[in-house]
């Protein structure tokens, strides 16, 4: 039972654990996302290594020459050591560099690349391999640190993938659906209170806390007077809530229906504070002053726990 | 008369790139509080609407680097009588392109070619409304140790649809310099400058989760996020700087 349950999490971890996470990798999946996106081109999973070469077209009944390895085996110095750097620049090879290409780390390196491009792994390479091994490295933007700090850390155990960030959202909008349903009985008493508020003081004609509070809104009040108007139904809309650093904060949306003779205007304020009484920082700005009231609340420091 | 008409057509058609090329020749329409480019730069939006100096000078005009995946920066700039409009348009865009000197070559983010162009003059657009920045964009790069040791440096482009700092939960995709897009991510802020994100790329075979901060003033208002992968590996992430200088700042993890 025991090693079928391990057997399991062998086969679910087997993506992760599959993909190397190599800092050359992950650089080549940034360059050609298409190639790491579906799983592997090439053997292992996730390796961005190119797409197989079309199977030759087929010639006549002819044996193909052996490959010739010789060459490149009995290359001069600087060339050999050339190819293990460029090993070494796609991850491949971490041995010394000093020329031998039969070297059991090096022929590995070489097999491993081979694997990556669906070639026969023999460990040995043609000219024309070494070719486009020099070239697929120079390619390769990889920065090496020349001394990689001490691992003195203990290794670091597997861990599942983490959520995809579609979850992720999905799990934070239900947690802010939550957040805003708890602070919507608060929210709402805080609006309808400032209506009163609002109604008192036109129902004085411009005398109470609302005016007191609220200067902006005075001063509007004033105004729409002056003008000849009278201001009827007021609708509130809360448009955030949440804590802010000196208590709970409230900014809402208020419209208000103003009448002029037989004409109607509707207009709308934004009514932004903290609740208190009586309320702290108020401030009331114009509906279009979006700005502003959002600096509002980054000056109170808002967390909203409402959108 | 079919030719006459037919040549009045030619005419018309043929000045048309002349026209389009003068910034104050054409509007395409009034610039609005509540736009994007005023919600995404508040400072900017804060003198053009609200600064009385400002706002009330006789030419105000606003320049960004474009396309407008390039508008990370911008420079607005303010006159009362003695300059033309046209003088004013000439400072603001020697500005904005003096900010992307200073910031550094671009290249290594983006595939196109960023320039700074003259967008609102007067209060009306002069570029057309379809070129506009809709979204907030700007140079990004991933830093990225494995465990031996290798530093990857990933650049590109993120861009993100609402306001980090101000919304509670923001998304954002990043994009290699050739316009594929990489990597996406969320950033959900705890304060108005810091929070949590995370990072998802190649279709989750490389992501990693940690904090975040917003960096403002010199050498340009940017986005440090530090985290790790799922297997302890260190990664940062900036937004808001061109690769050098992200290397620069914060390339050795």
Known sequence: MRLAAGLLSLVLLAPAAGWAQSAGEVERCFQNPAACANGAAGGSPGRAAPAPAPPPAPVAARPAPAPDYATVLNSPDPDRRKIQESLRTLDKYNGPIDGNLQSEATMKAIADWQKGRNTPAVGKLTPQEAAQLNAEAARAPIRRLESPPPQTAAPVPLQPPPPSNADTLKALQARLAERRKAAEPKANAAAQALVRDLKAYIAADGKGVAGDQFASFAKWYADNKAAGRTVGEITPVIDDYGDAKAGAATTTEVKFETKQGDKTYGQCLVFAWIEASPRKNPQAFTCDDVAAVEKWKTDQALKSAWR | ?253
């Not at chain 2, 480019?37 to 900017?44: E, G, Q, S």
């Not at chain 2, 609402?162 to 705890?190: H, K, Y």
């Not at chain 2, 010199?218 to 790790?228: F, S």
Request: aromatic share 8%.
């Open chain 2, 1 to 253: 008369m079919l030719r006459i008409a037919a040549s009045i057509l030619l005419a018309v058609v043929s000045f048309a790139p002349v026209l389009g090329s003068t910034a104050w020749a054409q509007s395409y329409g009034k610039a609005e509080r509540r736009d994007p480019i005023f919600l995404r730069f508040a400072d900017m939006a804060n003198r053009y609407w609200v600064n009385s100096e400002t706002n009330s000078a006789s030419h105000k005009v606003v320049a960004i680097p474009m396309p407008k995946q390039c508008a990370f920066l911008y420079a607005d700039a303010y006159t009362r009588g003695q300059q033309s409009e046209s003088e004013v348009q000439q400072i603001a865009v020697s500005n904005c392109n003096r900010r992307l000197a200073e910031l550094g070559p671009l290249g290594e983010n983006y595939g196109v070619d960023c320039r700074c162009e003259v967008v609102i003059s007067d209060e009306r657009y002069v570029v057309p409304r379809s070129s506009m920045p809709d979204d907030a964009y700007g140079p990004a790069s991933i830093f990225y140790r494995d465990d031996r040791g290798n530093i990857a440096r990933l650049n590109g482009l993120v861009r993100y649809g609402a306001l980090i700092g101000r919304d509670r939960s923001v998304t954002f995709t990043v994009d290699n310099p050739r316009g594929e897009q990489v990597c996406t991510g969320t950033m959900t802020n705890e304060s108005p400058g810091s929070g949590q994100f995370s990072l998802s790329c190649f279709g989750g075979k490389f992501a990693g989760r940690g904090s975040y901060e917003s960096r403002t003033g010199a050498p340009n208002d940017h986005i440090v996020a530090r985290g790790q992968t799922g297997r302890g590996q260190p990664v940062t992430m900036v937004i808001g700087l061109p690769a050098q200088l992200a290397a620069n700042t914060y390339g050795s993890l």
